[in-house]
């Protein structure tokens, strides 16, 4: 069976992107990445070609050096141009390329954290998941004694992501276009000419302590809500730093303003798993609705 998953990269940024590959594949994906040196081959054309032309994901792997490598840019117009889903993954901050704008424009992409692997490999599989790609990784053996614990069922979590995701882009949906609305003034004439913001980015908050660490459930509410809103692609949905317990509507839109996103979406979960909060705010206004 061909590989599923195309993954592209800069060779000077393996260091980091092969020990994310190894950790998807022993969950039993199904990856092809060039290890060998295919691009200095004869056979470039070939191989390349073919294994993204049978491959249904095209992970991008992005850093200024993938930007300014002439095989991702020729990798990811060839996946644009066969209609693949493209999920980038950026592993450190860059700014996009002209070159490369129109493939990504208004798609949700991954942020991968330095010693963060098994998350960002978790990230991947989740939002794999919503686009039926399975791994084959096999089942593990019944144990022989009963554990003494059940852990926490995911199942209500995924629930109320899936219900906030669809309150959200219900919202999206019927707020309009301001481009479509009359100017509030005569001097407001200026519009956007393509669209190149984010609609949304997400955001949960640390705990109080020094470390700042995020909670297990809350970031797997923002994960998992990450994830579902994926699935519209019409949308850029993009995950944002998590902020303090107790940060202002003010602070919440400077991080929002950080992302040039249009609304911030912040969620959160109570220790208990009982009580889901949300507060969707307008960042051209601050308007909480």
Known sequence: M??????????EDQAQVFPIVDKLRERGLNIWIDQEGIHGAKLWSQEIVN?????????LFASAKAFLSKNVTKELALASESDKHILPIFI???????????????IQHLVHEQGQTEHTADNILRTLGNLDIQSAEPQPAAATTPPTTKPASKTPLVAAALV????????????GD???????????????????????CIVTVHNSGVAKDVSEENRELRDELSAKLSRFKDYKVQEAKAVSPDATT?????????LDTEFILQV??????????????DVQDGRNF
């Open 268 to 281: 959160t979960i109570n220790s208990d798993r009982k009580r889901i909060n949300t507060k969707l705010l």
């Open 51 to 59: 294994a993204i032309d049978n491959s249904k994901v095209f992970i």
């Open 2 to 11: 061909p590989p599923e998953i195309f993954a592209s990269y800069s060779r």
């Open 164 to 175: 906030i995701a669809l309150a959200v882009i219900a919202f999206l949906l019927f707020r």
């Open 178 to 200: 301001r481009s479509n609305e009359p100017p509030t003034s005569i001097f407001s004439t200026e519009t956007k000419t393509y669209k190149s913001t984010t609609d949304l």
């Open 250 to 258: 003010q602070e919440l839109l400077a991080v929002a303003k950080e």
């Open 92 to 106: 450190e901050d860059a700014e996009i390329p002209p070159a490369m704008k129109y493939q990504l424009a208004g």
